[in-house]
């Protein structure tokens, strides 16, 4: 399954809002993760079942969607938020990412 | 805390192999699958492989089948990806992630850089 990331790099004011898209090649039903990953870090878990945050994920972050068309949504861009976000499929093997996208905060 | 510690990293020549290890701490580390993937610095993500918890089945991407193997000691608590064949492309940092069948890999360890060259 091929995901595809729009756009591919994003560059938004503090405190605006920041809009994530990812297109799968075939429906992978709700099973569709985010990760944001800071350079030199290991991936961090966002989102999974498309819409669920992680453990300690401020509430700012969102996903949602389903089937082929998922969306993550960063309300108020932090300082913090600067990095690159991924989306990532489990529904079937092999599993596969996005190309990301990168966000840089102004 | 769960704890994710690879090792085995390093430089290697190509056609060479290499087995990396991923030392497992704070679940029980049996009832998970457990996921490698893969970095070149600078680029995205890609999934590497995969293995159920009880050791099978086994999962592997097309950039690597029939190169690498995904395996795991459930009694020491350890994951490992044996490596042959290795090629210039499979440079990366290398991380191991708790998880990947029914939930997504999380968290992650730190990653262990290889590189292949002559």
């Known amino acids: 399954i091929v995901l595809t990331q729009s756009p591919a790099t994003l560059s938004v004011s503090p405190g605006e809002r920041a809009t994530l898209s990812c297109r799968a090649s075939?429906?992978?039903?709700?099973?569709l993760a985010w990760y944001q990953q800071k350079l030199g870090q290991a991936p961090r878990l966002l989102i999974y079942?498309?819409?669920t945050r992680a453990t300690d994920i401020p509430a700012r972050f969102s996903g949602s969607g389903s089937g082929t068309e998922f969306t993550l949504t960063i309300s108020s861009l932090q300082s913090e938020d600067s990095a690159t976000y991924y989306c990532?499929?489990?529904?079937?093997?092999?599993?596969?990412f996005g190309q990301g996208t990168q966000v840089e905060v102004k | 805390e769960v704890q994710l510690l690879e090792s085995g990293g390093g430089l290697v020549q190509p056609g060479g192999s290499l087995r990396l290890s991923c030392a497992a701490s704070?679940?029980?580390?049996?009832?998970?699958?457990m996921t490698w993937v893969r970095q070149v610095p600078g680029k995205g993500l890609e999934w590497v492989s995969g293995?159920?918890?009880?050791?099978?089945?086994?999962f592997h991407a097309d950039s690597v089948k029939g190169r690498f193997t995904i395996s795991r000691d459930n009694l020491k608590n350890i994951l490992y990806l044996q490596m042959t064949s290795l090629r210039v492309e499979d440079t990366a940092i290398y991380y191991c992630?708790?998880?990947?069948?029914?939930?997504?890999?999380?968290?992650w360890g730190q990653g262990i850089q290889v590189i292949v060259s002559s």
């Open positions: 992630g708790k998880g990947g069948d029914r939930q997504p890999g999380d968290p």
């Open positions: 704070g679940f029980t580390f049996s009832n998970y699958a």
């Open positions: 293995i159920f918890g009880g050791g099978g089945p086994t």
């Open positions: 075939q429906s992978v039903s709700d099973n």
């Open positions: 079942s498309a819409s």
């Open positions: 990532h499929q489990y529904n079937d093997w092999p599993r596969t």
